[in-house]
C-alpha cells in the first residue's frame, strides 16, 4: 500500500471522528426537573391525548365549597 493513500485515509478518518465529535451538543442538567421541561419543550403530545386528557379534567368534579365558619369569618 502507498504511504501517501495510507496517510490519506488516516487523515480522513481523524477528520470523521473530529466532526462526529462536534455535531453531537451535549446538554447539562442542574436537576432532574430542568431535563423534564426540556423534554416536555421538544415532544409534542399526539392529538388523540390531548383529547382524552381534556375529557378526563372535564369529568373531574369541582372544588367542594368552603366550610361555613370560613365564608362566616370571610377567610
Known amino acids: 500500500m502507498n504511504p501517501q493513500s495510507q496517510r490519506l485515509r488516516s487523515d480522513s478518518a481523524q477528520s470523521n471522528l ?5 455535531a453531537s451538543l451535549v446538554h ?3 436537576s432532574a426537573e430542568d431535563l ?4 416536555a419543550a421538544a415532544t ?4 388523540v391525548i390531548e383529547q382524552r ?3 378526563s379534567i372535564s369529568q373531574e368534579p369541582s372544588a367542594a365549597p368552603k366550610p361555613w365558619w370560613k365564608r362566616l369569618l370571610g377567610t
Do not use: I, N
Open 36 to 39: 423534564v421541561r426540556a423534554d
Open 28 to 30: 447539562e442538567f442542574q
Open 53 to 55: 386528557l381534556a375529557q
Open 18 to 22: 473530529s466532526s462526529t465529535k462536534s
Open 44 to 47: 409534542q403530545v399526539p392529538a
